[in-house]
C-alpha cells in the first residue's frame, strides 16, 4: 500500500498537483472506492462527484446516498448529477450519452473548484480492454495505444496496477463499496468483452492483458513517429473548408503508407473502419461512383475523390423569388432590379442581367428536371440543360450542385452558366440584376 500511495504521489507532483482541488469521479463500486480511499492518503483537497443515472431505480438511489455517507463520514465535498428519468432512446447510445453526461459535469465541478485534475479509477485491466475493443471495432495506431494516464486534466493514478492487485488492496484495508450489478450483464460489447472473451483469452494466452499494454506503449511511440514524419504532409489534399475536401488521387499514389495516410485522414473526419473500406474501393473505381454515410458524400471525380458534408448538398426543395421591390438576397446571390445602361459593363458568369419584361414572377429557383430545356444566348433553337451541364464538362459534384431560375417551363438562367437569348437585355430596358456574393462581402 504504502509504495502504490508514494506512486500516486509521484505521478501527482510531475503533473503539478500539489495542493490544488481534485474532482475524484466515484460511483460506490470498486475501483472509485480504493482510488478515493488512496487520494484521501495525499494532502490536497478532493471534491467527489457521483453520477446517478438512475438506471437501476432504487439500487441507483442507494449508490448515490453510499457515496455521500462515506463522505460525510470524512468530511469531503459530495457534489451530486441526479440524471433520474432524463434518458430517452431518441438520445442515442445510452453510454455515449452517460459518458457526456458525466464529463460535462466533471468539467463543471472542474471550473467551479478551480480544480487542476479529474481522477477517474481505469485500472491495468480496462487499458487491455479498451485496446482490444478499439482493434476490434477498426481503430488505427492512435487509437490502440490505448487511454493516457495524463491528458487534457484526465487523471488516472491507477492504470497501471492490475486487478488482482486492487482486489487484495481493497481486502486488506477492508474498503467497503457497492457492486453494480450491471456489470454482469451482457448487455454492452464492454461487458462481453470483461465476461466471456477476457476469460478465453486468460485460457489461451495467459498475461495477454500485459502484452496488449505493452504493445500499446509501442504503439504510441510509433504513431508519434507517423504524426510527426509522415502525417505533416498533406500535399495530396486541399480543405477547401471544414466540410468540404478534395484528395489528389495522382499525389497519393505517389506516396510511401498510402493506405495509412488516408485512413488517418478519415479517422479524422470520423468515418468508421467500414467506411474506410468502401472509400478505399473508391480509388479503383469508375468516374461518378459515390458513398454516403449519415454525415459525409463522397464521390470519384477522374483524378480525384470529393468529400463533402451531405449537409453542404443542395436541397431539394424549390425556392420561390417574388419581384423585388428592393435588394434582396438568394442562397449566394444578391437580386435587384436596374436600369441596363448601369450594368452592361460587369456582365460576367457572377453578374448577370435578366430582361424584366421577359420574365414571369414568381420565378422558381430549383434542380433541373428531365426534359428541361432552354436557349443558350446568341443561339436560335434550344438544348437540353443536361445537355448543356456535359459541354461544360463539369464533374458530378458541381452538376449536382446545379440550379435553373424558371417560370412556366421556361428556363431563364442556369445558375452561373448560361442565360437563355430571350432574356437578352438593351439599352434602357428594366433588367433583373443577379450578383454573386462572396464570403467577405455583407449586405
Same mark, same amino acid.
Given at each position: 500500500m504504502? %509504495?502504490?500511495?508514494?506512486?500516486?504521489? #509521484?505521478?501527482a507532483q510531475e503533473h503539478g498537483i500539489t495542493s490544488q482541488?481534485?474532482?475524484? %469521479? @466515484?460511483s460506490g463500486g470498486r475501483d472509485s472506492m480504493l482510488l478515493l480511499y488512496l487520494l484521501r492518503q495525499l494532502p490536497i483537497q478532493l471534491i467527489v462527484a457521483h453520477v446517478n443515472y438512475g438506471l437501476r431505480e432504487q439500487a441507483s438511489a442507494e449508490d448515490a446516498l453510499f457515496v455521500a455517507a462515506y463522505c460525510e463520514r470524512h468530511g469531503l465535498r459530495f457534489e451530486l448529477l441526479n440524471l433520474s428519468g432524463q434518458y430517452h432512446p431518441s438520445l442515442g447510445n445510452l453510454q455515449v450519452w452517460a459518458r457526456n453526461q458525466r464529463y460535462t459535469f466533471f468539467n463543471q465541478l472542474r471550473q467551479q473548484y478551480g480544480a487542476v485534475a479529474i481522477a477517474v479509477a481505469h485500472h491495468h485491466e480496462d487499458q487491455a480492454e479498451t485496446i482490444l475493443y478499439q482493434f476490434l471495432r477498426g481503430g488505427g495506431l492512435a487509437a490502440m495505444r490505448g487511454m493516457h494516464d495524463w491528458k487534457n486534466g484526465i487523471w488516472r493514478p491507477l492504470l497501471g496496477v492490475q486487478d488482482s492487485e486492487m482486489s487484495r488492496l481493497v481486502r486488506e484495508e477492508r474498503i467497503e463499496f457497492? !457492486? #453494480?450489478e450491471s456489470n454482469l450483464k451482457n448487455t454492452y460489447t464492454r461487458n462481453r468483452i470483461r465476461n466471456k472473451v477476457s476469460p478465453l483469452l486468460n485460457e489461451i494466452a495467459p498475461g495477454w492483458q500485459h502484452q496488449l499494454t505493452a504493445r500499446g506503449q509501442m504503439i504510441s511511440e510509433v504513431e508519434q513517429y507517423m504524426h510527426e514524419v509522415v502525417l505533416s504532409d498533406r500535399t495530396w489534399y486541399k480543405e477547401v473548408d471544414s466540410d468540404h475536401y478534395i484528395i489528389d488521387l495522382s499525389a497519393l499514389n505517389r506516396l510511401?503508407?498510402?493506405?495509412? &495516410?488516408? +485512413?488517418?485522414?478519415l479517422d479524422s473526419l470520423t468515418f468508421s473502419a467500414s467506411c474506410y473500406e468502401e472509400i478505399w474501393n473508391l480509388l479503383s473505381a469508375g468516374n461518378g461512383r459515390f458513398f454516403e454515410n449519415k454525415k459525409w458524400h463522397v464521390l470519384r471525380e477522374r483524378e480525384h475523390i470529393r468529400i463533402v458534408a451531405r449537409l453542404r448538398e443542395i436541397e431539394d426543395r424549390v425556392l420561390s423569388l417574388e419581384l423585388p421591390?428592393?435588394?434582396?438576397?438568394?442562397? *449566394? +446571390?444578391r437580386v435587384s432590379v436596374t436600369l441596363f445602361d448601369d450594368v452592361q459593363s460587369r456582365l460576367s458568369s457572377? @453578374? @448577370?442581367a435578366l430582361r424584366l419584361s421577359s420574365l414571369s414572377f414568381p420565378i422558381a429557383i430549383r434542380k433541373p428536371q428531365e426534359g428541361d430545356r432552354i436557349q443558350p444566348f446568341g443561339m436560335v433553337g434550344t438544348k437540353l440543360v443536361s445537355r448543356v451541364l456535359i459541354s461544360k464538362k463539369m464533374e458530378q459534384f458541381e452538376k449536382s450542385n446545379v440550379k435553373v431560375w424558371s417560370s #412556366? *417551363?421556361?428556363?431563364? +438562367?442556369?445558375?452561373?452558366?448560361?442565360?437563355?437569348? &430571350?432574356? &437578352? %437585355? *438593351? !439599352?434602357? #430596358?428594366?433588367?433583373?440584376?443577379i450578383e454573386k456574393m462572396h464570403d467577405n462581402e455583407t449586405f
Open positions: 504504502n %509504495a502504490l500511495v508514494k506512486h500516486i504521489r #509521484d505521478a482541488p481534485v474532482v475524484v %469521479a @466515484v457497492r !457492486q #453494480d510511401p503508407l498510402m493506405r495509412y &495516410r488516408l +485512413w488517418h485522414f421591390k428592393e435588394p434582396i438576397t438568394i442562397g *449566394q +446571390w457572377e @453578374v @448577370v #412556366d *417551363q421556361m428556363i431563364y +438562367w442556369i445558375e452561373g452558366l448560361v442565360v437563355n437569348e &430571350r432574356c &437578352r %437585355a *438593351q !439599352q434602357g #430596358d428594366r433588367v433583373l440584376l
